[in-house]
């Protein structure tokens, strides 16, 4: 019998199983967490394209603090962001342990440098905690989706499409001038 024909009979009623297991699924999504420091992020594992190595990247002039220039990932330009840097930890001195999660956002495609790869949850909706309301800017809230605590740990969940919004324009601009550039050296 496949999946969409498993049916099954709840209180007299007779109802699709797939259709059950697609309601529950739909009440959760999958994140993928990782470490920056002592702290667990996690991301929407649908905007995950892939995990890679560590690899040197090549720097750009006038880009911002934390974002450590571009690497060629299969022929795309991809600018790097230092996610320590970013919310203010300063600089990441990189090693072989240190990974580039690579994120679609929108028709962008983006990196991360975190520390490691800690897992993938599969996290419902009612779970997600929201991010905390701190007067004074102690917390930017605003790149946050939501927070996720389990046993004793807490996953901070980051909302990629506003963590990248201001920077988008700045840096086409500047990988688009990546060619120029590499035509004049």
Known sequence: MSSSTALATVGGTRTDARNDVMAVNAAEEQYVTFTVGSEEYGVNILSVREIRGWTPESRLPNLPDYVRGVINLRGIIIPIFDLRARFGGGATSVTKRHVVVVIQVGERTRGILVDAISDILAIGHDAIKPPPDVDGGMVDAEYLSGLYTADDRMVTLLSVEKLFSVENSELD????????????S
């Open 173 to 184: 601009s500047a990988t688009k001038a990546l060619p120029a550039l590499e035509r004049a």
